[in-house]
């Protein structure tokens, strides 16, 4: 299926140039930050976090919502969300990995990260947040490759599949609860220092991760010839 993204209209290949801009500037302005340090984005002991962990925050919300399309399909058997289940668990994809990609921005010397691999503490709430990360991320691509070719083959989805499916929907609810706990864990912001956080941070997913996904799916059904479906966007 990858070959179908070398293929496309003039249209198609202006938005990925413009976004190939967009990346180059990105990677220069971040290593000019390498190079000069975190002060450059003036973030400093009043302002530990700024538009990295506000962005992380938003995405992690992003990518939970996709629990709120994969449950009543793969429980429920709703078929009107057949299709837009398979958007909501490849936008789950996008979301994590530009969550992953802030942190590593965040850290300003990205090589420590492999210090949570190299030296893992059960202990630390950051070491669970890899885990969920990237063990949601990896579900993601492997149950949205699957159904996808199964939706294109016109067949159902492989039986083994369903174990992960499952698997996929408290994980979801793990990746945000893990978030949570990080802001929570700081007694030097009050605000945060609530054992509502987790909750609070859940409903925020819920609501804005599929007002997202409803803006993608209108977006898509506009512009290509794959289509949510109407009545998913009206349910």
């Known amino acids: 299926m990858l070959e179908k993204a070398l293929t496309g209209s003039k249209k198609y290949w202006t938005l990925l140039s413009f976004l190939g801009v967009i990346i180059v500037i990105g990677i220069i302005c971040y290593l000019k930050q390498l190079s000069y340090g975190l002060g450059i984005t003036g973030m400093g002991r009043d302002v530990s976090w700024g538009l990295y962990i506000a962005q992380f925050t938003f995405l992690v919300g992003v990518a939970a919502s996709a ?5 009543p399909y793969y429980l429920h058997h709703y078929k009107v969300f057949g299709r837009i289940t398979i958007l909501g668990e490849f936008l789950a994809v996008a979301s994590v990995t530009m969550c992953l990609t802030f942190i590593i921005a965040d850290l300003g010397r990205p090589d420590r990260a492999f210090n ?3 030296h893992p ?3 630390s709430i950051l070491f669970w947040d890899m885990i969920v990360l990237n063990g949601y991320l ?8 699957t159904v996808l070719a199964a939706e294109r083959a ?3 989805p492989p039986r083994w599949i369903k174990p992960f499916i499952y698997v996929s929907i408290p994980w979801a609810v793990s990746i945000h609860t893990v978030t949570a706990f990080i802001y929570a864990g700081l007694p030097g912001r009050g605000f945060w220092l609530t054992a509502i956080m ?28 794959f289509d949510p479906g109407k009545e998913a966007f009206q349910t």
């Open 67 to 71: 629990v709120m399309v994969v449950l």
């Open 116 to 118: 949570v691999l190299l």
């Open 138 to 145: 990896l579900l993601n691509i492997l149950i949205g490759w």
């Open 121 to 123: 503490t059960p202990n």
């Open 198 to 225: 987790a909750p609070r941070f859940l409903a925020s997913a819920f609501a804005s991760g599929p007002a997202l996904l409803i803006l993608l799916g209108f977006i898509v059904r506009k512009f290509t010839k």
């Open 154 to 156: 016109e067949v159902p």
